[in-house]
Nanobody, 121 residues
Framework: QVRLVESGGGLVQAGGSLRLSCAAS????????MGWYRQAPGKQRELVAT???????NYAESVKGRFTISRDSGKNTAYLQMNSLKPEDTAVYYC???????????????WGQGTQVTVSS
């Protein structure tokens, strides 16, 4: 199993910044792509940003130019730097990791427990 632990959420005023972290751990797994998703009350979970093992990033249009995803592959940790936050960014943010079992060769996706981000106007 791969365990994901997120941190860095909180309450911030509009225009402020937050940095989320997601640390992946698990024996005999290779972490491939990692990403951040969010879910606001009454809405479906949506993609925020993803990053491949090679460092290629992809962003939702709504966060382009404001959010930056990065990763430290040596630590199996992904980060999401969020700047110029808006009230509509308020949501629970979830980390996702795609991993391959070294032993079985199987690919699976794993999710963190989520961290709340609240942006006040």
């Amino acid at each position: 199993q791969v365990r994901l632990v997120e941190s860095g959420g909180g309450l911030v005023q509009a225009g402020g910044s937050l940095r989320l972290s997601c640390a992946a751990s698990g024996s005999f797994f290779i972490i491939n792509a990692m990403g951040w998703y969010r879910q606001a009350p009454g809405k479906q979970r949506e993609l925020v940003a993803t990053i491949t093992s090679g460092g290629s990033a992809n962003y939702a249009e709504s966060v382009k130019g404001r959010f930056t995803i990065s990763r430290d592959s040596g630590k199996n940790t992904a980060y999401l730097q969020m700047n110029s936050l808006k009230p509509e960014d308020t949501a629970v943010y979830y980390c996702k990791a795609e991993a391959r079992s070294v032993v079985a060769g199987l690919h699976n996706a794993y999710w963190g427990q989520g961290t709340q981000v609240t942006v006040s106007s």
